[in-house]
């Protein structure tokens, strides 16, 4: 399932249907947060740090969530994340996740 979070960045994730929910609204909550307190969007490296800090926070009981950020830096280059379920993060040229992931990733 993916989720538009800004006009730049997108979060795809799989897993456990309600932790997809449930992050997705803690997500989206944060976000406004930020919008309300710098008046101004997210940029999509901010985002990916948020969404690390979120996961992170849950390490002891983690979400089923395996989540991935694609948007657009600051720059305009492309910009992917990859998360663990504990929050640690990567950005990547091209990523896979989910089920599926060990049939696409090669195609990538």
Known sequence: ??????????????????????????????????????DKPMSTPSLAQMLSGILYGKRFFPYYVNCIVGGLDEKGAGAVYSYDPVGSYERES?????????????LL
């Open 1 to 38: 399932k993916t989720f538009k979070l800004t006009e730049k960045a997108v979060l795809g994730t799989a897993g456990f249907h309600g932790d997809i929910l449930t992050l997705s609204k803690a997500v989206k909550h944060r976000m406004k947060q930020f919008a309300h307190r710098h």
């Open 94 to 106: 091209f990523r896979a996740g989910g089920s599926a992931s060990s049939l696409l990733q090669p």
